[in-house]
C-alpha cells in the first residue's frame, strides 16, 4: 500500500545554526564597534547583502546568458545581463564579464586569455605597492610566467615612468601591468598605454582599489586606454566581494572563455545579482560625492599624521589609502597593528618602498578611508581618529592609557553605527 502522506521537508526546516548564528552576531558587534581603517574594505549596503543572502544561491549557471549547460536559467540570466549592462554604463565600457569571484580570479583570466607559460610581464614590484597576483614567486603569476618589476623612484616614492620605459625596451614583456594595492599616488594610464605599444605589449589596469574613485571620475579612466582592465566590486565601490573584467569588444570571446570554463566553473549567480544592485547604487549622484568624501577624509588623516610627526611615504595621498613609515619610531608595522587593534583600531601591517624588514612584520602600516566614509565620518572625525592613533602608539605600553583610548574608539564608532535594526 502507498503512503500518500506528504514526506517532511527537512530540508527547508532545519533547526537554527545557534553556533553560526552566534559568530555573525559577534562580527556584526565588532565592525559595529570598531573603527575600520583597512583600505580594502567597507561595508555594502542591506540590499547588498540580502542579495547576497536570496535563492539565487541555489542555482547553477555554467557558460552565459542565453549559452548556458543547465536549464532553468531564465531567471539568473536577466540578472546576469542586468549586472553587465549597469556596469558597462557605470565604466562606460563596451564590454563586461561580472563572473570572476574575485579580483585575483580576473587577473589569471587575463594571463590565461593572452599569455602563454613562460612568457615574461612587467609589473610592479610587490614591496614598492604592486600586488601579489602580479608576479609573486608563491602565486601562480609568479609560478607559470617570467616576471620583471619595476620599483618606484627612490626619492620620491612615486611611479618613474621614464625608469618603467627602460625596463620595458630591455625586457620586452607580452603583457605590461599596472596598478597596485599600496600606492597612494595617481596613475598615468596613458604614459603605461605609450609603453606598452612601444614594445609591442598588452596593457592590463588592475583598478581593485580605485576602482570606485575611477567612475565617480576621481581618478583618470583606464577603460578605452588599456586592452583588458581588472576590477573588484568591494573596496571603493562597496559592493559584494568579487571580481570584473572589461576590454574592448574584440577580447570579448577570449576573456569569456577564459573566465569560463578557462580558470572557473559555475558562476556565484546570488554574487552577480548582488554586483547588481552594487552598480545601480554606485550610478546614483550620491556616490559621486561618497567618492570625493574618501579622497577628502584620506587627505585629512595623513595630513594629521604627517603635522604629528610621522613620515608619509611619498609625502600624501591622492586616493582612499596612504602608508606611515615606521622605521624613525623605533617601531614595526607588526608592533603597531597590534597595538592599534588592541583599542579597537584596525589597520594593517604593510610593507614600504624598499622594506629591509619581511612582509609578516613590515616597516609600515597601511590606512583607508572607504568604511569610515561609508559610515557618514568626515574631516572633524579624521582628525579624532589621528589624535587616537597617534596617541596609542606613543602610549603602547600603558594599560592605563589604552584602556582611555579604547573606550573613546566604542564612543566614535557609536555615533556611527552601521547597520541600525529595520
Known amino acids: 500500500m502507498i503512503n500518500s502522506k506528504k514526506h517532511e521537508n527537512h530540508t527547508l526546516n532545519t533547526e537554527e545554526d545557534i553556533e553560526i548564528k552566534e559568530i555573525i552576531k559577534k562580527e556584526i558587534e565588532r565592525q559595529k564597534s570598531q573603527i575600520i581603517l583597512i583600505a580594502s574594505e567597507n561595508f555594502t549596503s542591506r540590499e547588498v547583502i540580502r542579495t547576497m543572502g536570496s535563492p539565487l544561491t541555489n542555482k547553477y549557471a ?240 595623513c595630513e594629521y599624521m604627517k603635522n604629528d610627526g610621522f613620515r608619509i611615504v611619498s609625502g600624501g595621498t591622492d586616493n582612499h589609502l596612504f602608508l606611515i613609515d615606521l622605521t624613525s619610531k623605533n617601531l614595526t608595522g607588526s608592533e603597531a597593528v597590534d597595538a592599534l587593534t588592541s583599542v579597537g583600531i584596525i589597520v594593517n601591517k604593510n610593507v614600504i618602498p624598499f622594506d629591509k624588514l619581511r612582509p609578516t612584520i613590515a616597516s609600515g602600516i597601511r590606512i583607508g578611508t572607504p568604511a569610515v566614509t561609508t559610515q557618514g565620518m568626515g574631516e572633524e572625525e579624521m582628525y579624532k581618529i589621528g589624535e587616537l592613533i597617534s596617541s596609542t602608539l606613543k602610549n603602547r605600553n600603558n594599560n592605563t592609557i589604552l584602556k582611555e583610548i579604547a573606550k573613546k574608539v566604542r564612543n566614535l564608532a557609536g555615533d556611527f553605527p552601521v547597520y541600525t535594526k529595520d
Open 62 to 301: 555554467e557558460g552565459y546568458p542565453g549559452q548556458r549547460y543547465y536549464a532553468g536559467c531564465e531567471n539568473v540570466d536577466e540578472a546576469e545581463q542586468l549586472a553587465m549592462d549597469r556596469a558597462n554604463k557605470l565604466f562606460g565600457s563596451e564590454y563586461c564579464n561580472v563572473q570572476p569571484h574575485s579580483g585575483v580570479s580576473a587577473n589569471l583570466a587575463v594571463f590565461l586569455g593572452v599569455l602563454n607559460c613562460g612568457d615574461k610581464i612587467l609589473s610592479m614590484n610587490l614591496r614598492d605597492g604592486g600586488h601579489l597576483s602580479h608576479g609573486h614567486k608563491q602565486n601562480l603569476s609568479g609560478r607559470y610566467y617570467d616576471v620583471h618589476t619595476y620599483t618606484v623612484n627612490p626619492e620620491t616614492e612615486m611611479l618613474d615612468y621614464e625608469n618603467i620605459q627602460k625596463i620595458a625596451r630591455e625586457v620586452r614583456p607580452k603583457l605590461i601591468i599596472a596598478g597596485a594595492s599600496s600606492y597612494s599616488r595617481i596613475i598615468d594610464f596613458d604614459r603605461f598605454r605609450e609603453i606598452a605599444d612601444e614594445v609591442s605589449a598588452f596593457f592590463m589596469a588592475d583598478t581593485a582599489h580605485i576602482a570606485g574613485l575611477m567612475v565617480s571620475g576621481y581618478h583618470p579612466t583606464s577603460i578605452g586606454v588599456a586592452d583588458f582592465t581588472t576590477a573588484t566590486t568591494h573596496k571603493t565601490l562597496r559592493g559584494p566581494r568579487g571580481g570584473l573584467i572589461f576590454a574592448d569588444k574584440k577580447y570579448a570571446d577570449l576573456i569569456d572563455r577564459s573566465v569560463f570554463p578557462g580558470v572557473q566553473g559555475g558562476p556565484l549567480m546570488h554574487v552577480i545579482a548582488a554586483k547588481a544592485v552594487a552598480f545601480k547604487e554606485a550610478l546614483q549622484d550620491s556616490f559621486k560625492d561618497y567618492s570625493r568624501r574618501i579622497i577628502e577624509n584620506s587627505k585629512a588623516l
